[in-house]
C-alpha cells in the first residue's frame, strides 16, 4: 500500500514541481515545506525525546493552545508542523521563543522528509488534531512510537469521501493507538470505517479549554467613543454568510423605528464586503454604514445605525461590547460556527435551525438554556425585545476535558 500511495504522490508532486516553476507563490508554498531546514539545535539533550501535534491551520491552533500547554508543564519537548501559512505564524508569535517548542511546516506527506524529522527529533508521540489523514505520517507515527487522534470529527460528507478509498484508510486510521473524539455521532462514524472500538473514546470538544481574550476597559471605552453607540442595544452578527445579512438587515428596518439599536456585521469573508453594502442600500440610505476601517482613517467620524467589519481578528472585540449576538452559518445551510466565543464572555448566542456542524455544542448549551435558536425574522425580533444575561463559568468548567484527554495521552 505504502508503496503504491508514493508512487502516485512522487508522480503527482512532480507535476505540480513543475506547474510550480511557472507560479511564483506555489513553488515558495512547496520550497517552505518539502525542503525547510530542519535542526535539533539548541532544542534538547542526547536522549530526551519528544511529542509531536500536527494541525492544519491557525483554527485548530488556538483550540489546541491548552494542551499544548499542559503538556509543556509536564517538562515535554514539542515539535508542532502546520499546514498554513497563518498558522505558522500564529503559532511562531506564541511559541517562537521557547526553547522547548519546534515550529515546522508540514512537509506534504513527503516520507523523507518526515522520517528525517522523526529521528532528528526523536518523536515517540505522534499527536493529530482533529481528522487529517496522511498516509506516510500515519505509518512514521507508529513505526517511531504512538498516534493518537485528538479532537476527531467526521462529517458525513468526509466519510463518503473516505469510504471511496476503502483500505487506505482503514489501515491508516488503524495505526492509532487511541482516537478521542467530539461525540457518540463521530465515534459511529469512525466504527462505520472499520475501527477498532476498543481505540475509540468520546471526550467533549477541545473548544471549551481555551482562554480567550478579555479585552481592556481602555479599549471598550475607545471603541464606545468612535464607532458603537453606548446609548443604543448592540447587535453583532458574526461569521455571517451570504443571505443571512439580509435577514438581520430586514429585522433591523422593522425594528429600529426609535433608532434604539445599532448593528454590527461581521462577514465571514472579507471578499463579500461588497455585496454586504450593496445589500444595506437596498433598504438603507448610504449614510447609515460605515466600515470599521473608515473609522481608522477619519476621525471624528459620525457614528452610524450599521457597521461593517471589514477587518479580521477583532470578532471577539464586538462579542464582548454586544447586547445579542447572532452566529453565522445557521440561517442558511452552512451548519454553523463556534457559539463558545459568545457564551465565554457571558453573552446568550442567537442561531438558526442550520447547525449541524456544531450540534454537540449546541445540546450542551440547550440544556441550560443557553442558546436561542430562531426559525425566522418574528423570532428573531420577539427576541430582541429581551434582555437576557447568563453566568457561564460553570458551564465551561464541567465541560472542559483537558486532564482527561492529556490522561489518555501519557
Same mark, same amino acid.
Given at each position: 500500500?505504502?508503496?503504491?500511495?508514493?508512487?502516485?504522490?512522487?508522480?503527482?508532486?512532480? *507535476?505540480?514541481?513543475?506547474?510550480?516553476?511557472?507560479?511564483?507563490?506555489?513553488?515558495?508554498?512547496?520550497?517552505?515545506?518539502?525542503?525547510?531546514?530542519?535542526?535539533?539545535?539548541?532544542?534538547?539533550?542526547?536522549?530526551?525525546?519528544?511529542?509531536? !501535534?500536527?494541525?492544519?491551520?491557525?483554527?485548530?491552533?488556538?483550540?489546541?493552545?491548552?494542551?499544548?500547554?499542559?503538556?509543556?508543564?509536564?517538562?515535554?519537548?514539542?515539535?508542532?508542523?502546520?499546514?498554513?501559512?497563518?498558522?505558522?505564524?500564529? !503559532?511562531?508569535?506564541?511559541?517562537?521563543?521557547?526553547?522547548?517548542?519546534?515550529?515546522?511546516?508540514?512537509?506534504?506527506?513527503?516520507?523523507?522528509?518526515?522520517?528525517?524529522?522523526?529521528?532528528?527529533?526523536?518523536?515517540?508521540?505522534?499527536?493529530?488534531?482533529?481528522?487529517?489523514?496522511?498516509?506516510?505520517?500515519?505509518?512514521?507515527?507508529?513505526?517511531?512510537?504512538?498516534?493518537?487522534? *485528538?479532537?476527531?470529527?467526521?462529517?458525513?460528507?468526509?466519510?463518503?469521501?473516505?469510504?471511496?478509498?476503502?483500505?487506505?484508510?482503514?489501515?491508516?486510521?488503524?495505526?492509532?493507538?487511541?482516537?478521542?473524539?467530539?461525540?457518540?455521532?463521530?465515534?459511529?462514524?469512525?466504527?462505520?470505517?472499520?475501527?477498532?472500538?476498543?481505540?475509540?473514546?468520546?471526550?467533549?470538544?477541545?473548544?471549551?479549554?481555551?482562554?480567550?481574550?478579555?479585552?481592556?476597559?481602555?479599549?471598550?471605552?475607545?471603541?464606545?467613543?468612535?464607532?458603537?453607540?453606548?446609548?443604543?442595544?448592540?447587535?453583532?452578527?458574526?461569521?455571517?454568510?451570504?443571505?443571512?445579512?439580509?435577514?438581520?438587515?430586514?429585522?433591523?428596518?422593522?425594528?429600529?423605528?426609535?433608532?434604539?439599536?445599532?448593528?454590527?456585521?461581521?462577514?465571514?469573508?472579507?471578499?463579500?464586503?461588497?455585496?454586504?453594502?450593496?445589500?444595506?442600500?437596498?433598504?438603507?440610505?448610504?449614510?447609515?454604514?460605515?466600515?470599521?476601517?473608515?473609522?481608522?482613517?477619519?476621525?471624528?467620524?459620525?457614528?452610524?445605525?450599521?457597521?461593517?467589519?471589514?477587518?479580521?481578528?477583532?470578532?471577539?472585540?464586538?462579542?464582548?461590547?454586544?447586547?445579542?449576538?447572532?452566529?453565522?452559518?445557521?440561517? *442558511?445551510?452552512?451548519?454553523?460556527?463556534?457559539?463558545?466565543?459568545?457564551?465565554?464572555?457571558?453573552?446568550?448566542?442567537?442561531?438558526?435551525?442550520?447547525?449541524?456542524?456544531?450540534?454537540?455544542?449546541?445540546?450542551?448549551?440547550?440544556?441550560?438554556?443557553?442558546?436561542?435558536? *430562531?426559525?425566522?425574522?418574528?423570532?428573531?425580533?420577539?427576541?430582541?425585545?429581551?434582555?437576557?444575561?447568563?453566568?457561564?463559568?460553570?458551564?465551561?468548567?464541567?465541560?472542559?476535558?483537558?486532564?482527561?484527554?492529556?490522561?489518555?495521552?501519557?
Amino acid at each position: 500500500m505504502l508503496i503504491i500511495y508514493n508512487l502516485i504522490r512522487f508522480f503527482l508532486y512532480l *507535476v505540480i514541481m513543475i506547474l510550480a516553476l511557472f507560479n511564483k507563490k506555489l513553488l515558495i508554498f512547496f520550497k517552505t515545506r518539502l525542503f525547510q531546514k530542519i535542526s535539533n539545535e539548541n532544542f534538547w539533550g542526547k536522549d530526551e525525546k519528544s511529542i509531536l !501535534i500536527h494541525l492544519s491551520s491557525v483554527g485548530e491552533f488556538n483550540l489546541s493552545v491548552g494542551l499544548i500547554e499542559k503538556i509543556l508543564s509536564r517538562n515535554k519537548k514539542i515539535v508542532i508542523s502546520v499546514m498554513t501559512n497563518t498558522g505558522f505564524t500564529a !503559532i511562531t508569535k506564541k511559541y517562537g521563543n521557547n526553547k522547548n517548542v519546534k515550529i515546522l511546516y508540514f512537509p506534504l506527506d513527503d516520507f523523507f522528509a518526515l522520517k528525517k524529522i522523526y529521528k532528528k527529533y526523536k518523536i515517540k508521540k505522534t499527536i493529530i488534531i482533529e481528522t487529517e489523514i496522511w498516509i506516510n505520517l500515519y505509518y512514521l507515527a507508529e513505526k517511531f512510537g504512538e498516534l493518537f487522534i *485528538v479532537n476527531g470529527r467526521l462529517t458525513d460528507k468526509k466519510m463518503k469521501s473516505y469510504k471511496k478509498f476503502g483500505w487506505f484508510i482503514n489501515s491508516s486510521l488503524n495505526r492509532a493507538k487511541k482516537i478521542l473524539v467530539q461525540s457518540e455521532k463521530d465515534a459511529l462514524r469512525y466504527e462505520s470505517l472499520k475501527m477498532k472500538n476498543k481505540k475509540i473514546k468520546v471526550f467533549k470538544n477541545l473548544k471549551y479549554s481555551i482562554k480567550y481574550d478579555i479585552l481592556s476597559e481602555e479599549k471598550k471605552n475607545k471603541y464606545f467613543e468612535e464607532i458603537l453607540d453606548k446609548n443604543k442595544k448592540i447587535i453583532v452578527c458574526g461569521s455571517t454568510r451570504e443571505s443571512e445579512e439580509k435577514i438581520w438587515l430586514e429585522v433591523l428596518k422593522k425594528i429600529n423605528k426609535k433608532n434604539e439599536y445599532q448593528l454590527v456585521l461581521v462577514p465571514r469573508h472579507l471578499e463579500r464586503i461588497k455585496k454586504v453594502e450593496d445589500e444595506i442600500l437596498k433598504l438603507f440610505p448610504r449614510e447609515s454604514y460605515s466600515l470599521l476601517s473608515d473609522f481608522e482613517v477619519w476621525k471624528n467620524l459620525k457614528k452610524t445605525e450599521i457597521v461593517i467589519v471589514d477587518k479580521m481578528g477583532v470578532l471577539t472585540d464586538f462579542y464582548q461590547m454586544a447586547d445579542f449576538v447572532f452566529v453565522g452559518g445557521t440561517l *442558511v445551510n452552512i451548519g454553523g460556527h463556534s457559539i463558545l466565543e459568545p457564551l465565554f464572555y457571558g453573552r446568550k448566542p442567537i442561531i438558526g435551525k442550520y447547525f449541524q456542524n456544531i450540534e454537540e455544542i449546541v445540546n450542551d448549551a440547550k440544556k441550560l438554556n443557553f442558546v436561542e435558536i *430562531v426559525q425566522n425574522e418574528d423570532k428573531i425580533i420577539d427576541y430582541l425585545k429581551k434582555e437576557e444575561k447568563i453566568n457561564t463559568k460553570e458551564f465551561f468548567e464541567k465541560n472542559n476535558e483537558i486532564d482527561k484527554i492529556i490522561s489518555e495521552i501519557f
